[in-house]
């Protein structure tokens, strides 16, 4: 591979994703000239930037996927977690709980649990052989998303219980099939789980001295302990299993880079933040999201109608030349981005609904990864098996091994 002045990663990996492109994880490509389209199936689809940015932040769209249909059916004094929330109610919870995740609470509360758990993940590599990167890095975002929401009174085992409730593979739960009654009595299991042993330990001791945190904040709203669990896995799928796969991508990049791993050990902590960064708009970890609008929507020059389900395609819409720039699948941390565009891109989403983990998320990886990375000797001994989750198309990253000479 070959590098221009400003240190852009110009050439893909032979027999790694598509022809000309650094992206490990493919997930195919736009058409061209098609930044909204309406599929066969009646789903319309947006591909470009600026198209997807303007439309995540339209108020006249609500979520759609990811489970929301079965919270509709929740009964109307049940509070829906807060991903399943949209209007006033929604944006006044988000601007009520923002205080936990700005960038100085980051640094000030979380940096300190941060340096003390990649550390002990870092020595597992240095005492115990070969590992899978997945598993310290699940660790890694288990122990700092729990410090974030509050869930610090835990009986052991909150990471079992975590596994089995995201399971590689999901079924789909029902009442009319074998398949559908396994699936309901195992998301049944995995609920009363994690609420048991790691939600009401949490919640009796803030109900008896409250603590500056997520679910000191939820019992002072009145939430219930039930509609506490909701919130808390909501935060545990889009902090702690998102930030699994992330890590594992960012550190298969760096190994199989030489320049762009030098570059970012050798840098400061801004610069390898835009390191990682980059790599997040080139394999953003959750690939679609899916809304549906609550009245017609204008994008591009395109009305869509009231009603319709739109998926907006983050991986496309963070390879659009027209923000990105040149070689928009190559690696070129501190790339300018046209229109204001944001150095992750849409990873994170946009709009009402983008996600305020962001800042939790790059930091514990970076200081994570630039330990791993420093460790004397430290390298891959196989590379990944990809997978999928098609609800998100999300990728999945498992037997990443590494180890330390």
Known sequence: MTANAAGCTLVG??????????????????????????DADGTWQINGYAAARAFLRDHHTVQAGLGVETTENFPRRIRRPVLYRDGPEHREHRRQTAKFFTPRRVDESYREVMERVADEQVARVRAAGPVDLADLSFQLAID????????????????RRLDYFFPERFGKPGFTSPHGLYWAWRQLKG??????????PAVRARRVRPRDDLISHLLAEGCTAAEVL?????????????????????????FTDDDLRARYLAAEEPERLLVLHEVLRLEPVIGHLKRRTTDEVR????????????????????????????????????????????STGLSFGDGPHKCPGAHVAMLESDVFLHKLLSLPGIRMVQPPRIGFKDEIAGYELRGLRVAAD
């Open 230 to 254: 909701g919130e808390c896995l909501t935060f545990a799928a889009a902090g702690m299993v998102t930030t699994r796969e992330f890590v594992v991508v960012a550190a298969w990049h760096l």
């Open 191 to 200: 609920w009363s789980a994690i609420y048991l042993h790691d939600v009401r």
């Open 13 to 38: 990996v032979p027999g790694v994703g598509r022809v000309g492109t650094m992206r490990k994880v493919d997930r195919g490509s736009p058409g061209e000239g098609c930044p909204v389209q309406r």
């Open 299 to 342: 994008v591009d020059s395109v009305t869509v109608p009231a009603g319709s389900v739109v998926r907006v395609q983050l991986d496309h819409a963070n390879s659009d030349p027209a923000v990105v720039g040149d070689r928009p699948l190559s690696v070129c941390p501190g790339r300018a981005m046209a229109h204001v565009g944001a």
């Open 144 to 159: 700092v998303t729990s410090a974030v929401i509050g869930l610090t009174e835990s009986r052991p085992g909150i990471r």
